[in-house]
């Protein structure tokens, strides 16, 4: 069942994202600037990078987006990149439905959100309600102007503190309620009403206890600045996460949209014979949209009880889950990542080898499961217990009922892992003659029917995470959208995680790591290749040696 090609479908972030964009990064960084894709001498290698050429193609259902095919690789196959593209779908968000998510994030309780997240959780929430305050105060001034209502002090002579010394002392007893909840959780709910109200204090003070006209005026006109930027930077960018993210009736539709633009893709993709496997690379708000996608198209196309699995991916699954049971350990280490990782990829392999089989109508459709890698890098689903769920047991209920596939899967139930089988363990003229099984897991093998349940999607898929830790105060440095996404505590231990620096020279500055969220595909060292760009490349494994 081996294809002469591999598809990489790339599935680009928030923001007013141009066609193609993404992609043509991505491919100037997998294919055109390695040395190693192809072989010495290939006419293919040129002084400006190894040759790729655009083609039109119909399979991403716009006419705007074509794949990117390259020559014959080193190993001998050939590499078509795809992106899935979705933005037009989000590109009309509501202002309301911003705003609605946002309240979502004010209105979380502290204690769900992780120790890393807190300063800049607590800078998001603060922004938001000063913004709030602000603009009612504004409202207040100008009824107040319009009826001649004079509440506010008109001679501020006789107020102890100005506006300056105000303004310090409600920012350092906020720095210091943020301090104290990110060192002791239990305290955490002093970042919600008590720092709210500190706020309210500040921008009452400041628009109604301070006389002189220089002051409201500067508060206007900053409100004024403040909703230009909202419009110009929050609607495009976090418009597309509240599209996403925020399941309100007027996103539902939406959301449903971009799913089936994307398992329309990756059904053309699976039932054309030339590919025999598919990468999946996803940044930022795409890698839940892709994550979404992969659970949605496991239960169409995996080894369920919607396609039975042959005896060899049967003999795969059953191996999947005797390594599960054997390393029963709440952390693995990367030598342990590595081995499971491994067998994964024979799962993925068996897959491959067995290729079309029936489902459970006795059709056969000629498509079967090629997705072998998820790569992501800047993932939001690191945040996935407040950004998704509803605090840390929401999302460990979630992962239980397997809402949210994790790595490795969830258990089927007390018996049986990934393959589990509908046949009770009798006696009868089918079960004669087989051997007396000595647990659940065997008889899952040899029952007449099993199957891997509809949860357990990295069961063969292997997962790959690279993100760039922010700085724990100064979150601007580093990438504070991105973070972990490995561990029992997030979306299970069989992950392998690169947490790397990303680094880069601009304007005589050297080592900066100023928002470095778009970077994860860019070459920034002058002379060689960063260490996250040759990370990246052994995740995507574009040439199989």
Known sequence: ??????????????????????MRRIVETLWTSDNSVLPPGDRHATADGNKSWIVPDCKTGSHDLQRITTPTAIDGKR???????????????????????????????????????VWPWSALCFLI???????????????????????????GGSARLDVYEVTFLGILNLGLMVWLGHA????????RWPAYLVILVLVYYTLFGIG?????????????LISLLTAAFFLPYLGDVAGYLGAH???????????????????DLHKDPTYDRIVIVAHSLGSVVAYDILHLMWEELGPTNENPPSDRVRQALYEHDFFVRNHKSRFWNALTVEAYQAVQAK????????????????????????????????????????????????????????????????????????????????????????????????????????????????STVKWTNMYDEHHPLFFWQ???????????????????????????????FKNLRLITHTLYWTNTLQNGISPHIQKFREAVRLVRK
């Open 129 to 155: 309600v000063l913004i709030g305050l602000v603009t009612f105060g504004v409202v207040l001034l100008a009824v107040g102007t319009i009826f001649e209502l004079q509440w506010w002090q008109v001679d």
């Open 79 to 117: 590499t078509d990149f795809f992106e899935f593209y979705y933005a037009d779908i989000l590109d009309d968000s509501k202002l309301s439905n911003l705003w609605r998510w946002l309240l979502r994030i004010v209105l979380v309780r502290p204690e769900f959100v992780s120790a890393r997240m």
């Open 249 to 267: 009736p007027d996103t539902v539709r939406r959301r449903h949209d971009v799913r089936e633009r994307g398992l329309s893709l990756l059904r």
């Open 478 to 508: 580093g990438d504070v959208l991105g973070g972990p996404v490995s561990g029992i505590e997030h979306f299970g231990r069989g992950i392998r995680e690169h947490n790397v620096k990303i680094s880069y020279s601009k304007f005589r």
């Open 347 to 458: 799962v993925a392999e068996a897959i491959r080898r067995t290729g079309s089989v029936a489902d459970k109508h006795g059709k056969i459709t000629g498509a079967y499961w090629k997705i072998t890698d998820f790569v992501t890098f800047g993932s939001p689903l690191s945040h996935a217990q407040f950004l998704i769920a509803r605090g840390v047991e929401n999302f460990e209920k979630l992962k239980e009922e397997r809402l949210l596939p994790v790595a490795p899967p969830r258990t089927y139930n007390e018996d049986y892992g990934v393959l589990y089988t509908p046949d009770k363990l009798e006696f009868s003229e089918q079960t004669a003659g087989l051997p007396i099984p000595e647990s659940p897991a065997e008889w899952a093998l040899k029952a007449p029917r099993s199957y891997a349940h509809h949860g357990a999607v990295f």
């Open 184 to 191: 002791i959780p239990k305290i955490r709910w002093i970042l």
């Open 1 to 22: 069942m081996a294809g002469e090609k591999q598809a990489i479908v790339v599935v680009h972030g928030m923001g007013e994202q141009r066609p193609m964009g993404l």
């Open 212 to 224: 002189g006209v220089e002051v409201r005026t500067a508060v206007v006109g900053g409100t004024i």
